[in-house]
């Protein structure tokens, strides 16, 4: 994949490209979990806005091939949503690239921990939050009441620093 061919960008939530990704999103996970109440879907618009969070397209040659999100639970926290890269794209380090540019995201907005709902069933997802550094942490929120089918994990965006001056959040270590 040349560099140049590759664009992550803020996008509107509610835009035709952003709803086309989430659609595809959703329809991929209602067929690999399709247990009631398996499946977390919510992201409004309001928790993407400027300085609450933010809803990134990923284009490949000008084609929207992926996306991902950030909303902040509390001061310090932010929960990483709507994660998705087209099958068709794939292989190519896209969702690593996505990822890193939430964080950067989530860095420059003040967020020191970003925590995450992914299911079991979705390897290559565990595999690349892993690889990006991601650790289990107890199931929080909504995703308590889907405990056969959900896995949450969580990562410090603080530096050794603010680790070790013991600054972290406890929006979801008090669930």
Avoid: W
């Avoid at 409004?44 to 902040?72: K, N, T």
């Avoid at 939050?129 to 650790?135: I, L, S």
């Amino acid at each position: 994949m040349a560099a140049e061919a590759l664009v992550i960008a803020r996008a509107d939530l509610a835009a035709d490209v952003s709803q086309s990704l989430i659609s595809a999103l959703n329809a991929e996970l209602t067929g690999l979990y399709a247990e009631p109440g398996a499946n977390h879907f919510r992201l409004d618009p309001e928790e993407v806005a400027e300085g609450r969070g933010v809803f990134l397209v990923a284009y490949l040659s000008g084609q929207p091939v992926g996306c991902g999100a950030f909303r902040r639970l509390d001061q310090v926290t932010a929960e990483l949503k709507r994660m998705y890269v087209a099958p068709s794209s794939r292989g190519q380090g896209l969702g690593r690239l996505l990822v890193e540019s939430l964080e950067r995201e989530a860095r420059m907005q003040g967020v020191r921990r970003l925590v995450l709902e992914t299911g079991f069933r979705q390897t290559a997802a565990l595999a690349l939050y892993r690889a990006a550094g991601f650790h289990p942490i107890p199931l929080f929120g909504e995703y308590r009441l889907s405990p056969e089918t959900s896995l949450c994990l969580g990562k410090s965006l603080a530096d050794a620093a603010d680790e070790r001056a013991g600054e972290e959040s406890t929006a979801v270590d008090a669930c």
